[in-house]
């Protein structure tokens, strides 16, 4: 029993497993939206970019949080400027998101500051956890559910064919701009413990493994929240006592999963044909 | 009634619209033909209220807003999507359903009654990539209905559907109008809407002829909507158009 009582000697893995579990939670929530969307890649380049505010944040004395939200805001204004100028959407993504980053990796390696530990940010902290970031995440996550508890109906309507709903009245464009907030809070929160580099990982891996089990998008959306949550405890667990970075720990755990379940599907598909 | 008046829409400085007046009556069907480029897509979307007409007014004649069921051409991203038959019907009524998660238990009563009445309720739990394109658009219509429209708007019903499921599409068309809808779509089938439909509208930019096919399709017309020539002849009553035997080929 140690294993599983062990970690909480010490404060900080509650406090991480709080933030932990709430963002698992919430990008299993958002993440079927991003997988049906086909809208991985944004969610990669929308958390590379960050990097480069959280590093100019940093530098510059504000909020890390602070600096992560406007360098989101500012990357999915950007690659809407340059894709509005006939550059194809990836184009658009992949020169944004890789220019922010730079710009963040460049801050990084010239600064001396010790909160720019680039490992942190790339990959996760979660002694780096304090209550603030319990405050904030939990704050975040309450908002995002009634975003989402009011709108998942619209959202799902506008994700499935965004022209239809707009003509059966759903406000397609005010949708769109929700979705995008919820999925930029989701990699904001989610960068003290996953890292800039794994987000995309926790909202695509528990959506995906779902899909591949379930029929109905709201027993998807379901089985998406249970997953990313679990795989956030277990990786947790796992980070703790591998001395593993948290975020790496995590897509490991949810990556395993994925694996057997995507065998598991082969096998048997095999077996009844 | 919904009345046109001299629409035009631009792209920029391509007009793909100009001139566009005409009317649509209560409870009518009307094919709107024309080749690719010849702005059908973009007079649907107007009539959606997606696209602001550059110049030009559209007049309802109801002083209510006009409801409008919109059944998209076939597309194979919406079926891949992990959604069942339901839950896309379903979603026709996502604008006005409450703000919860869930449907009401009366919406799905009213999503089942459509369905039955589409002839796939059995279909309901399943995938909508386990259907076939007939069971599909069948399902686009059923999602359609759900939004309690009184102005349904086809985009190619019939393209990519083998021709015993156009039938039936074509049936199913003619039923809703019985039951009071208006009814507009667009297809390149000009055969098709010749032999079935009671108005059609013939676009190339502009409106080249509207009316009951009998007195619209021409030989004349065929010309100025395709830029090519061909005869039409007349079977068992009906206009049907065939390549040109004197010159055939396009101009």
């Known amino acids: 029993m140690s294993y599983f009582t062990d970690p909480f000697q010490y404060d900080f893995f509650s406090r991480a497993l709080i933030v932990s579990v709430l963002i698992g939670a919430l990008a299993g929530a958002i993440g079927p939206f991003v997988l049906v969307r086909r809208m991985a890649y944004i969610g990669q380049g929308m958390s590379q970019s960050i990097l480069g505010g959280v590093a100019l944040g940093v530098v510059w004395g504000l909020d890390l949080y602070f600096g992560a939200a406007v360098a989101a805001g500012l990357s999915a204004a950007l690659i809407y400027f340059v894709r509005n100028r006939g550059v194809p959407v990836d184009t658009a993504i992949g020169i944004v998101a890789s220019t922010l980053f730079a710009i963040g990796v460049a801050v990084v390696s010239s600064s001396r500051d010790r909160r720019l530990n680039s490992a942190n940010l790339l990959f996760g902290n979660v002694l780096g956890v304090d209550t603030e970031d319990i405050i904030l995440v939990a704050l975040v996550t309450v908002i995002a559910a009634i975003v989402l508890f009011r709108n998942y109906k619209t959202l799902l309507a506008v994700t499935h064919n965004s022209a239809v709903a707009a003509a059966h009245g759903v406000r397609a464009r005010l949708m769109e701009v929700i979705f995008s907030a919820l999925l930029a809070m989701v990699v904001v929160t989610a960068l003290r413990v996953l890292g800039v580099l794994l987000v995309a990982a926790t909202l695509l891996i528990p959506a995906a493994t779902a899909t591949m089990t379930f029929r109905t998008f709201r027993n998807i959306t379901i089985a998406s929240i249970c997953l990313g949550t679990s795989f956030a405890i277990i990786g947790l667990f796992l980070s703790f006592h591998r001395n593993i970075a948290s975020g790496p720990a995590i897509v490991l755990v949810g990556a395993t999963v994925f694996a057997m379940n995507m065998l598991t599907s082969t096998t048997s598909q095999r077996n009844r044909a | ?251």
Not at chain 2, 151 to 158: A, F, H, R, V
Not at chain 2, 182 to 194: F, K, P
Not at chain 2, 207 to 214: C, L, M, N
Request: one cysteine or more; proline letters at 4%; aromatic letters at 6%.
């Open chain 2, 1 to 251: 009634m919904i009345t046109l008046h001299d629409i035009g829409f631009s792209y920029g400085n391509n007009h793909v619209l100009h001139d566009i007046t005409t009317d649509f009556h209560p409870g009518e069907i009307v094919g709107i033909i024309g080749p690719s480029g010849a702005g059908k897509t973009t007079l649907l979307r107007i009539l959606l209220g997606e696209l602001t007409p550059t110049q030009g007014r559209i007049n309802n004649s109801s002083s209510a807003n006009i409801a409008v069921g919109y059944v998209p051409q076939l597309d194979s991203g919406e079926r891949t999507f992990p959604l069942t038959v339901e839950e896309m019907v379903l979603l026709g009524a996502a604008a006005f359903s409450r703000k919860k998660p869930w449907f009401d238990q009366s919406e799905k009563r009213e999503a089942s009654r459509i369905l039955e009445r589409l002839g796939i309720l059995q279909l309901r739990n399943n995938r909508l990539s386990e259907l076939s394109g007939g069971q599909f658009q069948r399902a686009l219509i059923a999602r359609a209905l759900m939004s309690r429209p009184s102005l349904l708007l086809l985009d190619e019903p019939t393209s990519g559907i083998d021709l015993h499921t156009r039938q039936q599409v074509l049936d199913l068309v003619h039923e809703l109008q019985t039951d009071g809808f208006t009814i507009i779509l667009t297809t390149h089938d000009l055969n098709w809407v010749a032999a079935q439909l009671p108005r059609i509208l013939c676009l190339n930019g502009t409106v080249t002829g509207d009316g009951a096919p009998s007195e619209v399709l021409t030989s004349q017309v065929v010309r100025e909507t395709y830029g090519a020539n061909m005869d039409v002849i007349f079977h068992q009553g009906r206009p049907v158009v065939v390549d040109s035997v004197n010159n055939g080929g396009n101009q």
